[in-house]
């Protein structure tokens, strides 16, 4: 399907998006190496590949396992969040950040830029950043240093702003696309890089309240997609080890 941004596996992806999906990321060598073995990727090649991880700063190594360091630990959290995000009962209104830091050095207005869009904002223009105030989460201090917060609410349709700030159409028809290649996917190499894709896709939802969201929203579905995949994957990942 056109709509699809399927990335190739390789012996990286394997061992990255395994420990992705487990609780805590930590896998003995013999399950990364089975891993591969179930997408027809050589022991060799995913050690080579776990050496390099490890000089990469991507994982580290101990006692014959493997686990991921903080920055990948923070893209797991984020991961999560997706998959299970925490919301509140949402009232009308929306959280409103205003870039008030003067002489922002490049770097900053980077970082800044990564935070808002992990936190799920979305701008408005530049330098006005947006969102319905219906998710529970931290904000970083690159985003409390660089911004003011306001409450308000849209004197206009919020459900046409929203349509606005997030290409919902746009989001839905990928992530059905994905829903249904999962579904008729033959192998397990093929469910798991969809699966993966979905698990990419699903960072960018923007988690609207339902009020705002389309007829049929698919999130919930693809959500569910993925724990029928993470749970056949891990079934099967610790059958193949132990036998």
């Not at 596996?9 to 591969?36: C, D, E, I, Q």
């Not at 179930?38 to 022991?43: D, K, P, R, V, W």
């Not at 849209?154 to 992530?175: C, I, K, Q, V």
């Not at 397990?188 to 699903?202: C, N, P, Q, V």
């Amino acid at each position: 399907m056109d709509t699809l941004e399927i990335r190739p596996l390789t012996a990286r992806s394997v061992v990255l998006s395994t420990l992705l999906g487990v609780h805590p990321p930590r896998l003995p060598a013999r399950y990364l190496v089975r891993a591969g073995d179930l997408f027809g990727i050589a022991e060799g090649t995913i050690r080579v590949a776990l050496s390099r991880m490890v000089t990469s700063g991507d994982l580290v190594q101990s006692d014959g396992t493997y686990a991921l360091t903080d920055r990948l630990l923070r893209r797991q959290a984020r991961q999560d969040e997706s998959r299970r995000p925490r919301t509140r009962p949402w009232d009308g209104s929306w959280e409103i950040a205003v870039i008030t830091a003067e002489r922002r050095p490049a770097a900053d207005r980077a970082a800044l830029r990564q935070a808002m869009s992990a936190l799920r904002l979305a701008e408005l223009r530049e330098g006005t950043w947006l969102r319905p105030a219906n998710l529970v989460r931290p904000r970083p201090e690159t985003v409390v240093r660089q911004c003011t917060f306001l409450d308000g609410r849209p004197e206009a349709d919020p459900a046409a702003l929203a349509r606005t700030l997030w290409d919902l159409d746009g989001w839905t028809a990928t992530a059905r696309a994905l829903r249904a290649s999962i579904a008729e996917a033959g192998t397990i190499a093929e469910r798991f890089t969809l699966a993966a894709a979905a698990l990419r896709h699903l960072l960018d939802d923007p988690l609207l309240p339902p009020g705002l969201l389309p007829p049929d929203w698919p999130g919930p579905a693809l959500r569910a997609a993925y724990e029928r995949f993470e749970k056949d994957f891990a079934d099967l990942l610790t059958s193949e080890v132990l036998t």
